[in-house]
């Protein structure tokens, strides 16, 4: 119970840059379980931002070590491997932290600015449907499976999801009914 809460007293200090504090509370779980793998992954996240790249590779590779089955270090090797600009190998991490946990949206939304921004516009398209899929009461989610039919030239798919949300906004019904329909599926 109390490594848990340390844990995401991690995740909190990374999030908000406050990195020294960050270290100290992964510090203090690997004092009593020192091979536990998300941790020694989170503290590698948090020695990259502090310019202590080798220190925080070293520290992801042994929290996957410790647990390939994790993909919170999946995701961590990814964050590391996009820090340092190496986008295919971040694409290939993501997509195995996603085949551990298929329906992490925070995962999907690093994937999906990954495969937009080299181009995947076919990954990017199936990335975002499972997006809309899973989160479909989110705007976002919406505008942004349009635009990637649109890019993969499928202009009137990309057309019927804007109506099926607006239907749904002016409906009352929901944007999650037709998620569910036809517009998801266009593409």
């Known amino acids: ?18 990195y020294k504090k960050g270290l100290k509370a992964a510090d203090a779980i690997l004092r009593k379980v020192p091979n536990h793998g998300e941790t020694l ?13 080798s220190e925080a590779y070293d520290h992801v590779k042994r929290g996957l070590k410790a647990d390939t089955r994790s993909h919170v270090c999946w995701h961590v090797y990814g964050l590391l491997h996009r820090s340092d600009r190496r986008y295919d190998q971040a694409i290939k991490s993501y997509k195995q932290a996603l085949r551990i946990d298929a329906e992490n949206v925070q995962i999907l939304r690093d994937l999906s600015l990954l495969q937009i921004q080299m181009r995947d516009v ?4 199936a990335t975002r449907r499972e997006l809309l899929r899973l989160k479909p009461q989110n705007k976002m989610h919406w505008v942004a499976f349009a635009l990637a039919n649109h890019l993969c030239g499928l202009r009137r798919a990309a057309i019927s999801v804007i109506d ?15 998620a569910g329909g ?3 599926e266009a593409a």
């Open 1 to 18: 119970r109390k490594e848990n809460d340390l844990f995401k007293s991690i995740v909190k200090f990374y999030e908000t840059k406050q």
């Open 41 to 53: 992954a989170m503290r590698g996240l948090v020695l990259n931002c502090l310019d202590r790249k």
């Open 122 to 125: 076919e990954g990017f398209l």
């Open 164 to 178: 099926a949300y607006r239907a749904s906004v002016d409906g009352g019904a929901g944007p999650s009914k037709a």
């Open 182 to 184: 036809t517009a998801a």
